[in-house]
């Protein structure tokens, strides 16, 4: 089963505007929470991670929020960009060199 | 940031055929690295963990005589698919950890007719 869960499952967004992703997890021995894009044929590339003990880490445009209590975060990508295109997957390991449990993945549109 | 490389990038193979694919990182050492099989539309699954000079761990349901691995350095992992089948055909990633990041390699297309 999906220990870590993903949506919406595709998002369209107008240039300039906010892209939003949810996870949600139940383990609550997770403790390291990455965000990986990929590019159609390519390697995952990792965008941006946290930790538990922060609520909020931001990252040029991009920014992860942390609900510790409700087991969820979220990615939001402020001023998506054409470039910005691509599917981005959350995941959650016990800790950064453990093994990761991916999300179902999110197809991001960014149209001009 | 560190590279991981894979080659091939993609191969087509015979049904009944090994396909070798390899995974390096290219300015450090990883005493463990991952593989993962990426199917069209659909998540990263990981199939095992590759501990260099001991066996690999098999994720539940991965067959570890059909997919061995071999970490016989600090730098290169081995996947070699064996008797592949049309089944088999996937978009096969592995991983390395440096510092506490997972750096992905770019990943080999396999198509087994």
């Known amino acids: 089963q999906q220990q870590v869960k993903q949506s919406p499952q595709s998002l369209i967004v107008q240039k300039g505007g906010i892209s939003i992703i949810n996870c949600a997890y139940e383990?609550?021995?997770?403790?390291?929470f990455p965000w990986y894009q990929q590019f159609p044929g390519k390697g995952p590339a990792l965008l941006i991670a946290?930790?538990?003990?922060?609520s909020e880490k931001k990252e040029g445009r991009f920014t992860i929020s942390f609900n510790k209590s409700a087991k969820q975060f979220s990615l939001h990508i402020m001023d998506s960009q054409p470039g910005d295109s691509a599917t981005y997957f959350c995941?959650?390991?016990?800790?950064?060199?453990?093994?990761?449990?991916f999300g179902a993945g999110t197809q991001v549109v960014v149209t001009p | 940031g560190a590279v991981v490389s894979q080659h091939p990038s993609r191969v087509i193979c015979k049904s009944g055929t090994s396909v070798k694919i390899e995974c390096r990182s290219l300015?450090?050492?990883?005493?463990?690295m991952f593989w993962y099989r990426q199917f069209p539309k659909q998540s990263l699954m990981l199939m095992a963990t590759?501990?260099?000079?001991?066996?690999?761990?098999?994720e539940q349901g991965v067959e570890k005589d059909k997919f061995l691995i071999n970490h016989a350095s600090l730098t290169l992992s081995t996947l070699t698919v064996t008797s592949a089948h049309p089944e088999d055909s996937s978009f096969y990633i592995c991983?390395?950890?440096?510092?506490?990041?997972?750096?992905f390699g770019p990943g080999t297309r396999l198509l087994v007719l």
């Open positions: 946290i930790r538990p003990d922060v």
């Open positions: 995941a959650a390991a016990p800790d950064s060199w453990g093994k990761l449990q």
């Open positions: 383990n609550t021995a997770f403790d390291y």
């Open positions: 300015d450090f050492q990883a005493t463990t």
């Open positions: 991983s390395a950890t440096k510092g506490g990041t997972q750096y």
């Open positions: 590759s501990n260099e000079g001991s066996k690999a761990t098999y």
